[in-house]
C-alpha cells in the first residue's frame, strides 16, 4: 500500500525551514528519500532502517519512528536547489526489494 | 563509473505498436528495478530481478508487458500492442543486495498517440 506524504506542496523563501512526512499503513524495515527535479530521475538522498535513527546530510535530515510508521525529513535554511519533488519510498520486506514510494512533495524555494 | 543507462530516452509510437526500452544497470549491482511514472498514480514498482530472475511482477499492469533480463547487464520491458494509457516515464533502477539504495537511470519518455 502506498505511503502517504505531506503536505502535498509547499512553497518558500529561500532560508526558511521545511518538514516532509511519510506515513504507512504497514510495518516498515526502511525509509528511503529521493528528490527529484523536473525533467530528471529521481536522485538518493538517505536510507533510514528501522530503530528509530536520525540521518542527516549538511542541511538535510530525517528521522524514521518505526513504531508509528512514519518517517520526517527536515531542510533547514532552504536554498534554491532543494527546489523539486521528495519521495519517500518504503520497504516492508527488508533486503533490497523494490519500494512503494509516495506522490511525491513539490517544493518551491523562492529567492 | 556509468550509471544506469536506458534507451531510447524518448519514444513516439502509434497506439498498437510494440514498444521495446532497454536498461544497463550498473556493474555489480544484481538487482534491477522497473518503475512508471504518471501525473496520476507517481512512481508505481512494475517488476524486478534478482540476479536476472524475475522476482515480483505483480505491478505489471496486464499482459500485454512484459520484462526479461537475459543477463547481468541488460534488461528489456516490452509493451505490445501499446496503448495511448501507457503514456509514461518509465525508469530503471539497479541496487546491490543489502544496501537498498537504488540508483535510477534518465528514463525513457513514452508517448503512445
Known amino acids: 500500500q502506498q505511503p502517504v506524504q505531506s503536505p502535498q506542496a509547499v512553497i518558500l523563501r529561500e532560508g526558511e525551514d521545511a518538514v516532509i512526512n511519510c506515513s504507512s499503513s504497514k510495518a516498515l524495515y526502511s525509509v528511503h528519500w529521493y528528490r527529484q527535479k523536473h525533467g530528471e530521475a529521481p536522485v538518493f538522498l538517505m536510507i533510514l532502517l528501522k530503530g528509530g535513527e536520525q540521518k542527516g546530510h549538511e542541511k538535510i535530515s530525517a528521522s524514521f519512528n518505526e513504531k508509528k510508521q512514519q518517517s520526517s525529513l527536515y531542510l533547514t535554511a532552504s536554498q534554491l536547489s532543494y527546489s523539486g519533488t521528495y519521495f519517500c519510498g518504503t520497504d516492508s520486506r527488508g533486503g533490497a526489494d523494490g519500494l512503494t514510494f509516495g506522490k511525491g512533495t513539490h517544493l518551491i524555494i523562492q529567492p | 563509473d556509468a550509471g544506469v543507462i536506458q534507451s531510447p530516452r524518448h519514444e513516439v509510437t502509434e497506439m498498437g505498436q510494440e514498444v521495446t526500452l532497454r536498461c544497463k544497470p550498473i556493474?555489480?549491482?544484481?538487482?534491477l528495478f522497473w518503475y512508471r511514472q504518471t501525473m496520476m498514480r507517481g512512481l508505481e514498482l512494475l517488476i524486478y530481478?534478482?540476479?536476472?530472475?524475475?522476482?515480483?511482477d505483480s505491478g505489471m499492469p496486464e499482459d500485454r508487458f512484459s520484462a526479461k533480463m537475459p543477463n547481468a547487464s541488460f534488461s528489456t520491458l516490452k509493451i505490445q500492442p501499446s496503448e495511448p494509457r501507457d503514456s509514461a516515464v518509465y525508469f530503471c533502477?539497479?541496487?546491490?543486495?543489502?544496501?537498498?539504495?537504488?540508483?535510477f537511470g534518465p528514463g525513457t519518455r513514452l508517448l503512445v498517440l
Open positions: 530481478f534478482n540476479n536476472n530472475v524475475p522476482i515480483d
Open positions: 556493474s555489480g549491482h544484481d538487482y
Open positions: 533502477a539497479s541496487s546491490i543486495p543489502g544496501q537498498g539504495t537504488q540508483y
